[in-house]
């Protein structure tokens, strides 16, 4: 299938052309290919469907063996709508480190998985004959963030094997001599502020108009003189109700307003499409969460993001869609995005739905100088890439202490951890952040985030608030040595992982197996009202589908569900 959407729905310029579909693709192991002149020496011998990982079947090879080196090719003509005019080439996201070049130039290098990146082109694209060159590598390497992909085979456990190259849409836009190259939208609820922090990316463009929609009424519009390198410009939105606040973004009501930005002067530089949110999310010193200023229980559901055929990449951003609104009929009202960048469809309808989402940055799995620098590089750019987004509310640096081992004593360890907190804090000073989500917590955590997989959680007196400093859910200590708990908040973050005999063979496992469907159901609802019964101010449940060979989601990989819908809502709220 085509991914031929618009694919970046938050931020929608007028005029684009995708490049997914049939590129020109080969292993490069062994060097069969050199770049001469910026140029493929010689012709590539594969198809590959982008914007599909070589290892999945939708990209039309469906090869597990292991490959760090490939090379993609790309001739194109350039569609009407785009001549005349100054053009991005776009990419979502190449795993893992990649150079682009252009009929002959060499364009830059991108390193870093699920972060979306764009390359000016307006003096080295034509209108016929285009050709370009995508070079990729991607290690088999433990100081690379690579989420649950396994740097030592296939699959293990609950890793799964590399998708590598190009997993994300490629795609050409337009703009006319300068373009809007990032914008952030930070909004208050207790002032009804919102600031718009505007940059330019050659600072040619002196003004820029902002128009402010709300339920397809303007209700602000202005036009700001730009400052030279960046430009704060914060206005004042008047309330649609003197009585209720509907203008709030929140789950049961997901209010946006729409947004216009179009730089000009004598003429139109760029024009974009895009939208905020009214939401303010924070904790008290009592260690509660709030919404809005009320207070908020967190009913979240693990998801993996992983889609059969096509592995990390969905095959129509209609499953993302699906995904959010089987989870809401279920009866949660949010996710964790576990160990992925997702996307973009996926924040967008998050936004639209009314869902909340935990960003949770893919791990790397050994200490090391390397890993301290790719990871900083991730959280920089993936706090700013999602930031405009209502529905996320929560940063999840590290899980599990992978990649951060000796997170109980080790200070250098423990440094590192907190000095991503405060990188993160540094940009967003808007949300929570969860340094270490499962156990061996420093101090710079907004969130006490807890693991346990014990299948029924009957001993749920130890969760007491009083016994957290000495806490060993998992036979991990949750706090580290020489750290304090401060009163934040305390959410189970990981539980559950049942599974029956009915799904499970030699291959396929669950973390806990019932004899049968009966037995499963059963043992959810004693686990799930035992869950209610401790200190948490919210919870994430393992899992919203199967993935690969973990059989422990509530629906199969398909998205078939194994229950009915609502006697999983019914359990999930504790519904009597």
């Not at 990729?136 to 296939?154: A, C, E, F, H, L």
């Not at 490629?170 to 009804?192: C, G, Q, R």
């Not at 339920?215 to 400052?227: A, G, M, Q, Y």
């Amino acid at each position: 299938m085509l991914r031929n959407e618009y694919p970046r729905p938050s931020f929608k310029r007028d005029n684009y052309q995708t490049l997914n579909g049939k590129w020109k693709f080969d292993f490069n192991d062994d060097n069969r290919y050199t770049i001469v002149n910026n140029n493929i020496d010689k012709e590539l011998s594969k198809e590959i469907v982008v914007p599909f990982a070589y290892q999945c079947k939708a990209s039309g090879i469906g090869d597990l063996s292991r490959h760090e080196n490939l090379i993609y090719q790309k001739n194109f003509d350039l569609e009407k709508n785009l001549y005349n005019k100054s053009i991005l080439l776009c990419f979502n996201s190449v795993d893992y480190e990649c150079d682009v070049y252009l009929n002959g130039t060499y364009l830059g290098k991108h390193i870093g998985y699920g972060l979306p990146f764009e390359f000016d082109v307006t003096n080295v694209v034509k209108e016929k004959d285009n050709s370009l060159i995508v070079k990729v590598i991607d290690k088999y390497d433990p100081t690379q963030p690579r989420g649950k992909q396994y740097y030592d085979g296939n699959e293990s456990r609950c890793w799964y094997n590399s998708d590598s190259g190009i997993i994300g849409s490629v795609w050409l836009e337009s703009f006319n001599k300068d373009y809007l190259n990032e914008v952030l939208i930070t909004t208050d609820i207790d002032t009804n502020m919102v600031n718009f922090l505007i940059k330019t990316k050659y600072q040619i463009a002196k003004n820029v108009k902002i128009n402010i929609s709300y339920k397809n009424e303007l209700v602000k519009s202005c036009l700001v003189s730009l400052d030279k390198y960046e430009t704060n410009i914060t206005l004042k939105i008047i309330e649609d109700d003197y009585i209720d606040e509907e203008h709030y973004w929140s789950v049961e009501n997901p209010s946006l307003y729409d947004v216009e930005i179009t730089l000009c002067d004598e003429m139109i530089f760029d024009h974009v499409i895009t939208y905020f949110g009214f939401r303010k999310i924070h904790k008290d010193e009592k260690g509660n969460i709030y919404l809005n200023n009320r207070l908020l229980y967190q009913r979240l559901v693990l998801d993996q993001g992983y889609f059969i055929d096509g592995d990390l990449t969905c095959l129509d951003i209609n499953d993302l869609k699906n995904d959010i609104i089987l989870a809401k009929k279920m009866g949660f009202n949010g996710a964790r995005k576990h160990q992925k960048i997702e996307d973009p469809y996926y924040y967008y309808y998050a936004d639209k739905l009314g869902f909340l989402v935990w960003s949770e940055l893919p791990s790397a799995y050994r200490f090391s100088n390397e890993e301290i620098y790719s990871t900083a590089n991730l959280v920089q750019k993936n706090t700013i890439n999602l930031y405009n987004h209502p529905s996320i509310i929560t940063w999840v640096i590290f899980n599990e202490s992978w990649g951060i081992r000796k997170a109980l004593t080790d200070n250098k360890t423990k440094d590192f951890v907190r000095s991503m907190y405060y990188l993160v804090k540094s940009i967003d000073q808007t949300r929570l952040v969860n340094s270490n989500d499962g156990w061996e917590q420093v101090e710079q955590t907004d969130i006490i985030a807890l693991h346990d997989y014990d299948p029924y959680i009957n001993n749920y007196e130890k969760y007491n608030i009083e016994n957290i400093d000495i806490l060993q859910p998992m036979f991990r200590k949750a706090i580290s040595y020489n750290e304090k708990y401060s009163n934040q908040p305390i959410i189970l973050t990981e539980y559950g992982g049942l599974s029956c005999k009915d799904d499970v063979n030699d291959k396929f496992y669950g973390y806990h197996v019932n004899n049968n469907k009966e037995a499963l159901i059963e043992n959810f609802k004693i686990l799930q009202a035992n869950v209610y019964k401790c200190p948490f101010v919210g919870f994430c449940y393992t899992q919203l589908t199967d993935v690969k060979q973990e059989t422990n989601g509530l629906l199969y990989q398909n998205r078939k569900a194994k229950f009915e819908l609502e006697e999983i809502r019914k359990i999930i709220e504790n519904e009597k």
